[in-house]
């Protein structure tokens, strides 16, 4: 999961080499914190944050196929 969501995350940046994702597992949950460059933080929550609702729907889909739950907190 940790390296679908970098993948996706680097190639939505404009500063791929400063991405970087925290996992901490807490209450049965999966919790990502995605890091990324100050500029870029737009990028990856997007207008209304459509971005970032579709990134949390894919870390749920896969973490569903692997019988966990996940959530996705976006750090600038």
């Known amino acids: 999961m940790k390296e ?9 940046v404009d500063h791929p080499d400063q991405v970087g994702i925290e996992m901490e597992e807490k ?5 990502f914190r995605l890091k990324v460059a100050e500029g870029d933080v737009g990028k990856i929550i997007g207008r209304t944050g ?8 894919l870390l749920r889909a896969v973490a569903a196929k692997e019988g966990k739950r996940a959530v996705l907190d976006i750090v600038g």
């Open 50 to 57: 459509k971005t970032a609702s579709a990134l949390r729907v």
């Open 4 to 12: 679908f969501l970098e993948f996706v995350a680097k190639h939505l």
């Open 27 to 31: 209450d049965q949950k999966l919790v």
